[in-house]
C-alpha cells in the first residue's frame, strides 16, 4: 500500500516537473531594400509543455498582412514559398523558422527593416493565446528567391 502511494507521488512529481512553457528564441529579421515590400521573420518555438501547440497566425505593425509559409525546393532546384494556415509544434519538440525554411512573411512592409531596429510581432496559438516578441533586425541581405504568392 505505501509502496504504492510513493510510486504515484513519484509520477505526479515527474509530470510536474517535466510541464514547461511555450518559448521563443533569437526571434529576427533581416534587412530589405528600400523598394522591397517583402521580409520575413525567423525564431525557433521551443514546446516543452505536455500538450501539441498550433501556430495559427502572426501580427505586426511594419507590415499590412502576415503570412507563415514554407519554403520547399522543386524537383528542378527551385525554391518556392507557400502559406500554410497552421504550423504544429509537437510537445516536447522545437520548429526553426529560418532562411531557406519556415518563416513568417510580411507583406506590404510599410518601411524598410534597417539593421538593429526591433519591432513586435504578436504570435496567436491555440492553447498558449497570443505571444508578443521582440524581433530585431540583423544587417544580412536576404537572398533572391522565387517568390509564390496566391
Ligand atoms: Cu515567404
Redesign the pocket.
Known amino acids: 500500500m505505501k509502496k504504492t502511494f510513493l510510486a504515484l507521488l513519484t509520477a505526479s512529481v515527474f509530470t510536474f516537473a517535466n510541464a514547461g512553457e511555450l518559448t521563443i528564441d533569437h526571434p529576427y529579421s533581416r534587412i530589405t531594400a528600400p523598394k522591397v515590400k517583402?521580409g520575413?521573420v525567423f525564431m525557433n518555438i521551443n514546446n516543452d509543455t505536455n500538450e501539441n501547440e498550433v501556430l495559427l497566425s502572426a501580427k505586426t505593425s511594419v507590415a499590412g498582412r502576415t503570412?507563415i509559409?514554407r519554403?520547399t525546393v522543386t524537383n528542378d532546384g527551385v525554391m518556392q514559398?507557400r502559406p500554410i494556415d497552421h504550423l504544429e509544434i509537437v510537445k516536447g519538440e522545437s520548429v526553426a523558422l529560418m532562411p531557406g525554411g519556415l518563416?513568417i512573411?510580411l507583406l506590404n512592409l510599410k518601411k524598410p527593416l534597417i539593421a538593429g531596429d526591433e519591432f513586435d510581432v504578436t504570435l496567436n496559438f491555440k492553447k498558449a493565446g497570443k505571444k508578443t516578441v521582440k524581433v530585431k533586425v540583423i544587417d544580412q541581405a536576404a537572398p533572391a528567391m522565387h517568390?509564390h504568392h496566391h
Do not use: G, K, L, Q
Open positions: 517583402t520575413a503570412e509559409h519554403t514559398m518563416h512573411m517568390h
